[in-house]
């Protein structure tokens, strides 16, 4: 078990099931089950994920003052979690909808409200005892960068679709990045040379691109080279949102836990490809007893 210090959003998100896309105009639809509301983001994804895998997790996060929070704070305590480090700041709590088809496919719309220009006070932060903080790239988490590496810890941070490895918003969560998530969905063909690129302006010890239904590719530091994965399949597809976030966190688990990167990885693929047989970027964790069985099989 590993000891994980998290810090990033936390909203409600309500899953839509639609027809297909683009989404024809009809003036009233009834999805029978296919309309649902529950916890996510990515601070609160990975939290659940790694709490699931049996993992010592704190979220740093904020909210606001309203039912949301309020819905939040409860599902905190379920998870054995608590909600001390989730801050009533926010003038309301961000929330998302996504739509999703029979195909998995997914669009999502996440209205931040005003956590991108909200400061967070990480005086009570349990840094210290942290053995892995998770710096989710959202504004108020720049702070939490330089005083993770001033306290020597390892730093990881997923920075999601990229297409400049200049890019002004994410460059210093990258330059700060001991390990460096992020998809191909804005790198188009030559991911490789991409990756090389990052590791050479950035100097990050570990890379790894979530690449869909093509798998994913690993760069290591110590190698110096890129590896590819392939796919893991492990059921139907019912919807995508919050694959990359299940890759992320369960990678992290296996890393943290003194797994070899590239093992850690595929582990990963495993657990990303379970929960997206379930609908809820939150939803449809695997243990690490399950994670066991589908490894062995």
Do not use: W
């Not at 939490?144 to 679709?161: E, P, W, Y």
């Not at 590239?262 to 379970?274: D, G, K, S, V």
């Amino acid at each position: 078990m590993s000891r994980i210090l998290i810090s990033g959003l936390v909203n409600t998100e309500t899953t839509v099931r639609v027809r297909g896309f683009p989404v024809e105009y009809y003036p009233i639809d009834y999805p029978f089950f296919g309309v649902n509301t529950a916890v996510a983001g990515v601070g609160y994804n990975l939290t659940k994920a790694l709490r699931t895998l049996g993992d010592d997790v704190t979220l740093l996060s904020m909210t606001g003052d309203d039912f949301a929070a309020s819905y939040i704070r409860s599902e905190m305590e379920a998870l054995g979690v608590g909600a001390a480090h989730i801050r009533r700041s926010l003038s309301q709590t961000p929330s998302s909808v996504v739509l999703y088809d029979e195909q998995g496919r997914r669009q999502i719309y996440c209205d931040l409200k005003d956590i991108q220009d909200t400061p967070y006070d990480f005086g009570d932060a349990p840094l210290d005892s942290a053995d892995l903080v998770v710096a989710c790239n959202i504004n108020y988490n720049r702070p939490l960068l330089h005083a993770a590496r001033v306290a020597g810890k390892t730093i990881a941070t997923d920075v999601h679709v990229l297409r400049d490895i200049y890019d002004d918003y994410n460059s210093e969560f990258m330059a700060c990045a001991d390990i460096l998530f992020l998809s191909d969905e804005g790198v188009g063909d030559g991911y490789e040379d991409f990756m090389r690129e990052l590791a050479r302006v950035y100097g990050s010890r570990i890379i790894v691109m979530g690449r869909g239904a093509k798998g994913a590719a690993i760069y290591t530091k110590d190698s110096g080279c890129v590896a590819a994965l392939p796919a893991e399949h492990v059921g139907g597809t019912v919807n995508t949102v919050g694959a990359g976030d299940a890759l992320f966190s369960a990678f992290l688990h296996g890393y943290a836990g003194g797994m070899e990167p590239i093992r850690a990885l595929r582990r990963a693929q495993l657990f990303a490809a379970a929960k997206i047989r379930v609908s809820g970027a939150a939803q449809g964790f695997i243990t690490e007893a399950g994670l066991d069985a589908l490894e062995r099989r």
